[in-house]
């Protein structure tokens, strides 16, 4: 069974650094591409970027691009989001999930659970 | 503002037919497959139509997908309640990567 499970809720002060977890089974976690998505309270889907893990080959959304960093561990099968110094606008749900076909004609077909990030002072 | 433009809103009765449109550009949906979303409350999304038609294993044909030029349609046939969801489309955009339009909330009535 293919599955993205990711790390827990985080609640942290602005300022602060943080990185959350995706870990890939069921499937050749280092050859498909793992992708980010932000939904933030009330509002839509925004694609964050996506990482190639075999060779850590990463594309940004130009939205996101310098703040935050994806990386990718594939002796762990595991991806992840990081920021390093959070702000209260970071608030959302972030989902990790397999990227199927990076760039024209792809889709995002596995989706973990979600891991909701509240900054807060 | 989402690249992709979506009604807020749909509604209809159980048993009942609803569509849900995806507007775009020569630049995204002009141009490349889209993709559909179901995210219902409290869950994470999930695929629902990949390459403007097909439907992945497990989800049943009372849902469908068309695309004619810059636009797509997600359609839904025999509504239950456990179809409250929201609905996003999603696709290829030259420029700025992977764009969403801002999601549909579907109301059975």
């Known amino acids: 069974e293919v599955q993205a499970v990711q790390s827990g809720a985080e609640v942290k002060k602005p300022g602060e650094s943080l990185k959350i977890s995706c870990e890939g089974s069921?499937?050749?976690?280092?050859?498909?591409?793992i992708a980010w998505v932000r939904r933030m309270p009330g509002k839509g889907l925004e694609w964050v970027g996506t990482i190639y893990p075999s060779d850590s080959d990463t594309r940004y959304s130009p939205s996101f691009q310098g703040r935050v960093t994806i990386s990718a561990d594939k002796s762990i099968n595991t991806a992840y989001l990081q920021w390093s110094s959070l702000k209260v606008s970071d608030t959302a749900m972030y989902y990790c999930m397999r990227h199927f076909n990076y760039g024209s004609g792809g889709h995002f077909d596995y989706w973990g659970q979600g891991t909701p990030v509240t900054v807060s002072s | 503002q989402s690249v992709l433009t979506q009604p807020p809103s749909v509604s209809a009765a159980p048993g009942q037919k609803v569509t849900i449109s995806c507007s775009g550009s020569?630049?995204?949906?002009?141009?490349?497959?889209v993709s559909w979303y179901q995210q219902l409350p409290g869950a994470a999304p999930k695929l629902l139509i990949y390459?403007?038609?097909k439907r992945p294993s497990g989800i049943p044909d009372r849902f469908s997908g068309s695309k004619s030029g810059t636009s797509a349609t997600l359609g839904i046939t025999g509504l239950q309640p456990g179809d409250e969801a929201d609905y996003f489309c999603?696709?290829?955009?030259?420029?700025?990567?992977?764009?969403f339009g801002g999601g549909t909330k579907l109301t059975v009535l």
């Open positions: 999603g696709t290829w955009d030259r420029s700025l990567g992977v764009v």
């Open positions: 020569s630049s995204n949906v002009g141009a490349d497959f």
């Open positions: 390459e403007n038609n």
């Open positions: 069921g499937y050749s976690f280092s050859t498909n591409w």
